[in-house]
Nanobody, 122 residues
């Protein structure tokens, strides 16, 4: 199993920006797509965005389109989620995960990061 360590997140005002990172020291990371999900208390984890192993294909949830950018740096075995134009409804714990091919279903994911809190104040 590939271990993932997340960083970034925190408190930001409405309209602000944050970048989340998802790092692994295992080279196998580069053979997986990286997905980003978020979860609020009492709700299921929901898909946000994903990037293919090569970085050539990306997919976004409607709520993320035009505001979030998903990317990766395989030389650093790290995935990123750049978030801008943040809204209070983006407040959640964000998780990164690895999957063989881009998937919106969390059940397909093999490894998960520890999660990081993003709070957007109004």
């Amino acid at each position: 199993q590939v271990r993932l360590v997340q960083s970034g997140g925190g408190l930001v005002q409405t309209g602000g920006s944050l970048t989340l990172s998802c790092a692994s020291t295992v080279s196998a990371f580069n053979t997986y797509a990286v997905g980003w999900f978020r979860q609020v208390p009492g709700k299921e984890r929901e898909f946000v965005a994903a990037v293919s192993w090569s970085g050539n294909s990306v997919e976004y949830a409607d709520a993320a389109k035009g505001r979030f950018t998903v990317s990766r740096d395989n030389a650093k075995t790290t995935g990123y989620l750049q978030m801008s134009g943040l809204k209070p409804e983006d407040t959640a714990v964000y998780f990164c995960g690895l999957v063989r091919f881009i998937q919106r279903d969390q059940r397909a994911y093999e490894s998960w990061g520890q999660g990081t809190q993003v709070t957007v104040s109004s």
